[in-house]
């Protein structure tokens, strides 16, 4: 493409984009209902004033979002292991790893939350944390171990077999193998997928609030409810997209690189 | 002459599809062997097989005196013993040259670091490859690559090479440099077991050539009878196919 070409396309993209946003704000601002919606969802004095809590609030959602990824990374590459592990003697090992996968990944995460949330503090066992947080972040990663660990079982499959029987001919055992040779490319492939799936995970830690939890999600539920106004919500979701752009593009500049380096590799 | 490696009446198959149908083969310490035979005659299976990279159906295989096929034989240990290089190189791309190298004697024999990286040094450099030993394998030429592979199993001092079509993935202006490395552990004494297309190759390198047709060793004797007055006619249809090909 050439110099002058790039830049008719940049304008054209940019007229067009100019074009179709005056023509839905316009749409929007003069739909019959409008001024009412203006004051019940993008108040400014009530965005002002819901803001700093709902802030504080999301600082739980990222802490929730940082220690369940932690455990979903270590818990869903066992479980891809397992899954990996060849032979008659592995099979019910394997067969635990299925079961789980399917279970987790079939049951809406809302009802695992509610499950766990409202069930397990009710048994009173001895030395078991009461708190719905707590149980949150257990329900996200029970049930994003499930997800991730197919995303690490995809990786594994992608690495051809003669990658293991280079190793294990040199006399690797398999343990070997798979920690120096096969999860190390595998793990490399994947990085894409598994923040995609965080992307995901950051924004289910609203589902916690349910609960009870104090979040972004429920602090926004409670100044509404106080206020009679909506814009809290618009508040907590500006804090989430907030979020998730920066890891959204991260990612995609990750697939990429990655796609640029294996065609510079490749030919 | 003692026997390195013993091959009897070794049999498999894959499915229905049984590819050594009784095979035996010795070769003996310092002995260079070449098989040659057409694709689908079992030769790169006979190669895995001598690794125990797969199981076999029945038969016994010894190396050096020891039943490696036996029960309770731990396959680890044979297989450091027994080097392999790959038609595909098979080298891990996410570790250098030297990373490729280390690996295994680091891991399998617990060479220490700095004397792995002496060691892989040395043969690195002894086969030309020495400024090569922080690059990324797919920074290499298949020349190159096939040669750290080669430098790769050295490293882990084995008794036996088993080479399976280590030039046919090469472009031809590569293949020479790949060869020149062979035949330097031939004249080292490194017994080897050989599945070759390079017949002119396998004149000059071999001091037997056998040749492998459906899963059996119809024919063997030296070079220069094999490969220029076979006995079998399966081998001279063989040879001939070759001939009009170019190949010899």
């Known amino acids: 493409m050439s110099g002058g070409e790039g830049r008719r396309a940049v304008t054209v993209a940019l007229l067009s984009t100019i074009v179709f946003f005056t023509l839905l704000g316009f749409a929007i601002t003069h739909a019959p209902g409008w001024p009412e919606v203006k004051r019940t969802f993008f108040d400014r004095h009530q965005l002002a004033q819901s803001m700093p809590e709902i802030a504080h609030a999301f600082l739980l959602n990222v802490k929730m979002f940082c220690i369940a990824e932690v455990f979903i990374l270590v818990f869903a590459l066992l479980?891809?292991?397992v899954r990996s592990l060849p032979g008659p003697v592995f099979f019910p090992?394997?067969?635990?790893?299925?079961?789980?996968?399917?279970?987790?990944?079939?049951?809406?995460?809302?009802l695992v939350i509610a499950l766990l949330g409202f069930g397990a503090p009710a048994l009173q066992l001895k030395h078991v944390p009461l708190s719905t947080t707590f149980w949150g972040i257990v329900a996200l990663v029970l049930v994003y171990t499930a997800y991730v660990s197919e995303v690490y079982r995809a990786g594994i499959e992608s690495v051809h077999p003669s990658q293991d029987s280079a190793a294990r001919s040199l006399g690797l055992t398999h343990w070997q193998s798979l920690r120096k040779v096969v999860l190390p490319q595998a793990v490399r492939r994947v990085i894409p997928p598994l923040l995609n799936d965080f992307i995901g995970l950051?924004?289910?830690?609203?589902l916690v609030g349910f609960l009870g939890s104090v979040e972004a999600f429920k602090q926004s539920q409670i100044d509404a409810a106080a206020t009679f106004n909506y814009t809290p919500f618009v508040a907590a979701a500006v804090l989430f997209v907030a979020?998730?752009?920066?890891?959204?593009?991260?990612?995609?500049?990750?697939?990429?690189?990655?796609?640029?380096?294996?065609?510079?590799?490749?030919i | 002459m003692s026997e390195a490696l013993a091959v009897h009446g070794l049999r498999k198959s894959f499915g229905q599809l049984e590819v050594?149908?009784?095979?035996?083969?010795?070769?003996?310490?310092?002995?260079?062997?070449?098989?040659?035979?057409?694709?689908?005659?079992?030769?790169?299976?006979l190669l895995r097989c001598v690794n125990l990279l797969e199981p076999i159906d029945e038969g016994r295989i010894v190396v050096e005196g020891e039943e490696?096929?036996?029960?309770?034989v731990n396959v680890n240990k044979v297989r450091r013993r027994i080097g392999i290089v790959f038609q595909?190189?098979?080298?891990?791309p996410h570790m250098s040259v030297l990373g490729n190298v280390t690996l295994a004697p680091t891991l399998a024999l617990h060479t220490p670091r700095a004397q792995a990286e002496a060691e892989a040094t040395a043969l690195l450099d002894r086969f030309g490859l020495g400024d090569k030993r922080n690059d990324y394998p797919d920074r290499l030429s298949?020349?190159?690559?096939?040669?750290?592979?080669?430098?790769?199993?050295?490293?882990?001092?084995p008794d036996l090479m088993l080479l399976d079509e280590v030039t046919s993935a090469l472009d031809p202006e590569l293949v020479a440099e790949v060869l020149e490395v062979i035949r330097e552990l031939a004249a080292g004494g490194m017994t080897m077991l050989i599945a070759t297309h390079e017949m002119t190759f396998a004149r000059d390198i071999a001091d037997r050539v056998c040749f492998l047709d459906e899963g059996v060793i119809l024919e063997q004797g030296p070079p220069a009878q094999i490969l220029s007055e076979p006995k079998e006619p399966r081998t001279q249809q063989f040879l001939q196919r070759i001939i009009e090909a170019g190949r010899l």
């Not at chain 1, 090992?93 to 990944?105: E, H, T």
């Not at chain 1, 998730?244 to 590799?265: E, G, H, K, S």
């Not at chain 2, 050594?20 to 299976?45: F, Q, Y």
């Open chain 2, 142 to 157: 298949g020349g190159q690559q096939q040669r750290v592979a080669i430098v790769r199993a050295l490293a882990m001092r």
């Open chain 1, 79 to 81: 479980l891809a292991v």
């Open chain 2, 88 to 92: 595909a190189f098979n080298l891990f």
């Open chain 2, 20 to 45: 050594l149908r009784g095979v035996d083969l010795a070769v003996a310490e310092h002995e260079v062997v070449c098989l040659i035979g057409a694709s689908g005659s079992g030769k790169s299976t």
């Open chain 1, 243 to 266: 979020l998730t752009i920066p890891l959204a593009r991260f990612t995609d500049w990750l697939v990429l690189r990655d796609r640029r380096r294996r065609q510079a590799a490749g």
């Open chain 1, 93 to 110: 090992l394997r067969a635990l790893g299925i079961a789980y996968a399917d279970f987790f990944r079939g049951v809406p995460t809302i």
């Open chain 2, 68 to 72: 490696i096929t036996a029960r309770g």
């Open chain 1, 202 to 206: 950051q924004k289910d830690t609203a």
